[in-house]
């Protein structure tokens, strides 16, 4: 059965720190891998999508990194702001389905 | 590109009645979508797939007949909760596919919230 475990569950860091997220996923055959930011009471907001071919990608602070043999991808976001507060999900794309995380609730004090 | 947009964004509903939400792919054609559910506290599950032209396939223990869908058309999808109750509501999330290759990429809406009163 394929599971994605997101740990921490909440993180609660001050403004301008770096932090990484962390997504685990139990099934070895993965097509892509997904990072999404959900607001509270918001839409999913796509932020990066690595395939399996791939080993990282870069949008502004934010990176992703995918480690298929391990089992593991990294959400790192730089010079943390309190805008960044939300809940980060990720999403291993499998066969004919994306598996999700609970999430990682981030809050960036000022 | 890889554009999918849903409507509307947040529904509120009497119990009983019925609503329909609306997945599309903007700047391309989506042979298959999907839909996802969010309960509290809980990952986002897949609750049924739809090719287009085709019946949906469901999840096991997703009612089809609480939930239908329909794909029309190569760029929408609907979903419909019938005679909706409280605890139908949650947050409604489409995903669309390009093609029939189960391991291509799903590109996501932003999803429905719906609230039943």
């Known amino acids: 059965k394929q599971e994605v475990t997101q740990i921490p569950a909440a993180l609660s860091v001050p403004e301008g720190e770096n932090l990484v997220l962390n997504c685990s996923f139990t099934?070895?055959?993965?097509?892509?891998l997904q990072w999404f930011r959900q607001d509270p009471g918001k839409g999913l907001t796509s932020l990066l999508l690595i395939q399996s071919s791939q080993r990282e990608q870069t949008s502004g602070r934010l990176n992703a990194s995918l480690d298929k043999s391990s089992g593991r991808s990294t959400l790192y976001i730089a010079a943390s702001q309190p805008g960044d507060s939300a809940t980060y999900l990720c999403g291993q794309g499998g066969y004919q389905k994306v598996t999700f995380g609970i999430g990682t609730k981030l809050q960036v004090i000022p | 590109g890889a554009v999918v947009s849903q409507h509307p964004s947040r529904v509120i509903c009497k119990s009983g009645t019925s609503v329909k939400i609306e997945c599309r792919s903007l700047?391309?054609?989506?042979?298959?979508m999907f839909w996802y559910r969010q309960f509290p506290k809980q990952s986002l599950m897949l609750m049924a797939t739809s090719n287009e032209g085709s019946k949906a396939t469901y999840e096991q223990g997703v009612e089809k007949d609480k939930f239908l869908i329909n794909h029309a058309s190569l760029t929408l999808s609907t979903l419909t909760v019938t005679s909706a109750h409280p605890e139908d509501s949650s947050f409604y999330i489409c995903?669309?596919?390009?093609?029939?290759?189960?391991?291509?990429?799903?590109?996501f809406g932003p999803g429905t919230r719906l609230l039943v009163l």
């Open positions: 995903s669309a596919r390009r093609s029939g290759n189960p391991w291509e990429t799903q590109y």
């Open positions: 700047d391309f054609q989506a042979t298959t």
């Open positions: 099934d070895s055959a993965i097509y892509n």
